[in-house]
């Protein structure tokens, strides 16, 4: 992500939980404040010439510039979840070989989408870890996670048993000891990126875009006990040259596709 000037800011007439969270975003993410008063956003980020404003809504936190911004929500996972929970296979699941209870690193955790329909199907004895390496994206992700409103308690507390991590995987994993988790999952940011996902389109501006290199994948292999995935769009051909071999397809509409390398003992 190229450097962009971001300020905290809050919604007029701020209640007394928003205030409080000024001090924890200025000092967790290393903006400084500029008072709402009376302003409009886009009179706001000419006043102070940002590029971003980091608002603290009543229910929830927004990276916002003149035409977009940027939330957490769910996407599509909350219809994964009561999917599988009907019965219907998911090609994550399949692809990961997901048992309960197992552990899983998300390597690239955006939203944590993917994580919330694995830490679902893992239960209340699994473990899910997710790294993302960038930390206003970490940020909200980790607020949503805790502090969306839903009312399925199961859906919460997968929500919550998700951790999320402010780094780069690439350290991450060497960090790791071999054979620490059973599952090592990349979603890195697609080459030939897919325009039609607005989900992708308002992440798009501050992920990391970089993609997965032979090293990382070794290093996952060393990491996994059983196997590592990573998804792709479905005519892509990066996964095979990577030494991914088994596939599993693919999506709603099936435009992407899951790899995995097995690991043979
Ligand atoms: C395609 S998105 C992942 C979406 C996610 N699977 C979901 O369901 O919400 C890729 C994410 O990985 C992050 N990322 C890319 N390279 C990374 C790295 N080296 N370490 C950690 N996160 C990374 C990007 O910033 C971006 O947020």
């Given at each position: 992500m190229l450097d962009k000037v971001i300020k905290v800011t809050t919604t007029k007439n701020p209640r007394d939980n928003q205030l409080i969270k000024i001090k924890e975003i200025q000092e967790k993410l290393g903006l400084s404040y500029v008072e709402r008063?009376?302003?409009?956003i886009a009179d706001l980020i000419e006043k102070y010439k940002c590029d971003y404003l980091f608002v603290i809504k009543r229910d929830k936190l927004v990276l916002t510039d003149i035409n977009t911004e940027l939330f957490w929500h769910p996407n599509m996972a909350f219809l994964k979840i009561k999917a599988i929970q009907k019965g219907e296979s998911d090609p994550i699941i399949r692809a990961m070989d997901l048992q309960k209870g197992d552990s899983v690193l998300d390597?690239?955790?955006?939203?944590a989408a993917d994580s919330l329909v694995v830490s679902s199907y893992l239960g209340d004895e699994g473990t899910i870890v997710g790294t993302e390496v960038n930390k206003y994206i970490a940020y909200l992700t980790a607020e949503g996670l805790d502090n969306y409103n839903t009312d399925g308690l199961e859906i919460k507390s997968a929500m919550q048993r998700i951790k999320v991590i402010n780094a780069d995987y690439n350290n991450y994993l060497k960090s790791l000891e071999d054979n620490s988790f059973d599952i090592v999952y990349f979603d890195p940011?697609?080459?030939?990126?897919?325009?039609?996902?607005e989900f992708m389109n308002s992440l798009r501006p501050f992920a990391e875009h970089s993609y997965l290199s032979l090293e990382s994948v070794n290093e996952a292999l060393r990491v996994a006990r059983k196997r590592v995935v990573a998804k792709d769009r479905m005519f892509s051909k990066e996964l095979e040259s990577l030494g991914f071999t088994e596939f599993y397809g693919g999506g709603a509409r099936g435009s992407t596709k899951y790899g995995a390398i097995i690991k043979t003992i």
């Open positions: 008063k009376n302003y409009s390597c690239t955790l955006g939203f940011m697609f080459k030939v990126p897919n325009k039609k996902s």
